[in-house]
């Protein structure tokens, strides 16, 4: 079934550790986007990628890092991790640029103790 | 003052009931404008976009007001299944990838 898979769906983490979140999706789209999501704040974007080899920041970038080495694959790594991070991050993909249809990953729920 | 603003809610409402969100947003300049659909603990999915000529899908109808910088979603008969989340998105430009997203109304319809 195409779509957009993350993993892990969900972790607890120890403040401190380094954790990377995977993505990966199978429907060839150049652009893919990290958000997370807190309650009452909505969705925020952390980075992007406009196609494979480059990637910009969004509005909550610090404390995060991604790479795209190719089209599929867009990991989140946080270097550090501290319970301000906790939440819930949401890939995300479409074909060029978010005035197309976003398709979501099913969320990964990230707890930093 | 946030970028994009929509009532949290919730809105209680009974089955067949019509209702009606508004999203106001603060930059003059955003050109798309979307409503997106959140069911608990899962991810957005698309609704409907939004056109400046308003767009409608069966119950659901979306209009955009450039003037006062707000966007609608009417819901008409409402059903059991339509309880979520909706959210609204703005596009600030043409193209771009720093898409705003606001921070939901719940909706529960109940029996």
């Known amino acids: 079934i195409a779509g957009i898979t993350q993993a892990p769906t969900s972790q607890i983490l120890a403040a401190g550790r380094r954790m990377t979140l995977r993505c990966t999706q199978d429907m060839r789209h150049n652009a893919m986007y990290w958000y997370r999501q807190d309650l009452g704040l909505g969705l925020r974007l952390i980075h992007y990628?406009?196609?494979?080899?480059?990637?910009g920041k969004g509005e909550v970038p610090d404390g995060y890092s991604v790479s795209r080495a190719n089209t599929d694959d867009f990991p989140l790594t946080l270097a550090s991790a501290v319970p301000s991070q906790t939440s819930v991050y949401f890939c995300?993909?479409?074909?060029?640029?978010?005035?197309?249809?976003?398709?979501f990953g099913q969320g990964t729920r990230l707890t930093v103790v | 003052r946030k970028e994009v603003e929509q009532d949290p809610g919730p809105f209680n409402v009974p089955e067949g009931a019509t209702v009606a969100f508004n999203c106001t947003y603060s930059?003059?300049?955003?050109?798309?404008f979307f409503w997106y659909r959140q069911d608990c603990r899962k991810e957005p999915k698309l609704l409907m976009s939004v056109y400046s000529s308003g767009n409608e899908d069966g119950r659901f109808t979306a209009q955009l007001n450039r003037a006062s910088q707000y966007i609608s979603l009417l819901i008409r008969d409402s059903k059991l299944s339509d309880s979520a989340t909706y959210l609204c998105?703005?596009?600030?430009?043409?193209?771009?990838?720093?898409?705003?997203f606001g921070a939901g109304t719940r909706l529960f319809v109940k029996a």
């Open positions: 930059n003059s300049a955003s050109q798309s």
């Open positions: 995300a993909s479409s074909k060029g640029g978010m005035n197309t249809e976003a398709f």
């Open positions: 990628s406009n196609t494979a080899g480059t990637t």
């Open positions: 998105v703005v596009s600030p430009y043409t193209g771009g990838f720093k898409t705003i």
